[in-house]
């Protein structure tokens, strides 16, 4: 009996495991920029709450690991968000949002899914409703702390810098808004481009100069 229930548990745990998202080792940078700063006092981010910070751009870059025992090293996927409230909101009644997932045209078919999958595991919320999975000609790079570059066809351009002491506006600022994706590490940095031009969110929008970016890293 001890053995047939042995089995009949290890049976269970690998059919488990099988269900599982396959995750080894997946770490790469991260860019995320929104439309509201992210590094400010309160006065400024109260005077914001439900006027501004609806939309977002969030960048994976995968260095090395795997999804779903799918290799994603050297991919890249953007997700593209708008939303009903200020995102970040922790009061915000209304949470509806709408997104588009840009993948990596280089990947492959299962590659592409794997990327996808990996983005509505890691922000199911922002990702419930997908507008929109398309492949996209992609560039990103990290040139230095504080310093990205994001392209996505002509879809998707973000830029960014690092904070230097003339973006210390009131003297009481701090990160307000914690980055939207779980498991980074990231610093806040001004956006010198943040732009949307796509047509599936029923918005397009661009909000440069702000302190409204995060450049850092991931790991799982």
Known sequence: ??????????????????????LAG??????????????????????????????????????????????????????VVRAAYTLGDPFARERTSRAVVLVDEGANDQAREALASFVRARVPELAAQLAQVMPAQVTFEVRGPGRALLRAGDLVEVQTRPLHHGDHLCGNEEVYYPPLAPHVDA???????HRYEG??????????GKRSAFVGVFAE
Not at 11 to 17: I, K, R, S
Not at 49 to 75: M, Y
Not at 187 to 193: E, F, G, I, Y
Not at 199 to 206: F, K, M, T, V
């Open 199 to 208: 047509e599936a969110l029923g918005a397009r929008w661009s909000s440069p």
């Open 26 to 79: 997946l770490e790469g940078d991260y860019l995320e920029a929104r439309t509201s700063d992210v590094y400010t006092g309160p006065c400024f981010a109260n005077a914001e709450v439900n006027l501004d910070g609806q939309e977002a751009i969030l960048a994976w870059h995968v260095r090395k690991g795997a999804w779903d025992g799918v290799d994603l090293a050297g991919r890249t996927v953007v997700l």
């Open 187 to 193: 610093q806040p940095a001004v956006t010198l481009a």
């Open 1 to 22: 009996m001890k053995r047939t229930a042995c089995f009949a548990a290890m049976g269970c745990w690998l059919a488990l495991a099988a269900a599982a998202p396959a």
